[in-house]
């Protein structure tokens, strides 16, 4: 992390917007909850990640050639156009996003899910697909 999380608030605090959006610690947070619930002042840390990394996404204020927030864009993609996602393709679109060199060091293990059947190519499809985009009108902002 480049900022710690009390940093991170403070930062928010006085209007550092620039700062906290374009660092990485925003995009580190594991989401675990567990800063929340040791929190002496009851600071809601995980909920304000999420603002921040949506915040971020809007504005495409995140590091460079980063991929956490390409994957969250790629995953809201197939999940509104095919109603699942597919792990391959989302990974797949992720890395030529970000860093197609990546796949290199995913190619060992990739093969050997695909060997065994623990991973498919196949992208399915929900049933009434047509219907999502109603749902997902909310959820929009956060992959724009």
Same mark, same amino acid.
């Given at each position: 992390? @480049?900022? /710690?999380?009390?940093?991170?608030?403070?930062?928010?605090?006085?209007?550092? $917007?620039? @700062?906290?959006?374009?660092?990485? /610690?925003?995009?580190?947070?594991?989401?675990? &909850?567990?800063?929340?619930?040791?929190?002496?002042?009851?600071?809601?840390? /995980? @909920?304000?990640? &999420?603002?921040?990394?949506?915040?971020?996404?809007?504005? $495409?204020? &995140?590091?460079?050639?980063?991929?956490?927030?390409?994957?969250? $864009?790629?995953? &809201?993609?197939?999940?509104?156009?095919?109603?699942?996602?597919?792990?391959?393709?989302?990974?797949? $679109?992720?890395?030529?996003?970000?860093?197609?060199?990546?796949?290199?060091?995913?190619?060992?293990?990739?093969?050997?899910?695909?060997? /065994?059947?623990?991973?498919?190519?196949?992208?399915?499809?929900?049933?009434?697909?047509?219907?999502?985009?109603?749902?997902?009108?909310?959820?929009?902002?956060?992959?724009?």
């Amino acid at each position: 992390m @480049d900022f /710690t999380p009390r940093r991170v608030i403070a930062l928010v605090r006085e209007g550092f $917007r620039a @700062d906290v959006l374009s660092c990485q /610690t925003i995009w580190l947070c594991a989401s675990c &909850y567990s800063c929340a619930v040791h929190c002496p002042q009851n600071v809601h840390i /995980t @909920d304000l990640m &999420y603002s921040l990394k949506r915040e971020a996404i809007r504005h $495409r204020m &995140y590091p460079a050639r980063f991929p956490i927030p390409v994957l969250a $864009r790629e995953f &809201y993609e197939l999940v509104r156009k095919r109603g699942r996602n597919s792990e391959i393709w989302l990974v797949l $679109r992720m890395a030529l996003k970000s860093n197609p060199f990546i796949l290199l060091n995913m190619a060992k293990y990739g093969f050997s899910l695909l060997r /065994t059947g623990r991973m498919s190519l196949r992208m399915e499809r929900i049933q009434r697909v047509e219907e999502l985009p109603k749902e997902l009108n909310g959820m929009k902002e956060v992959a724009s």
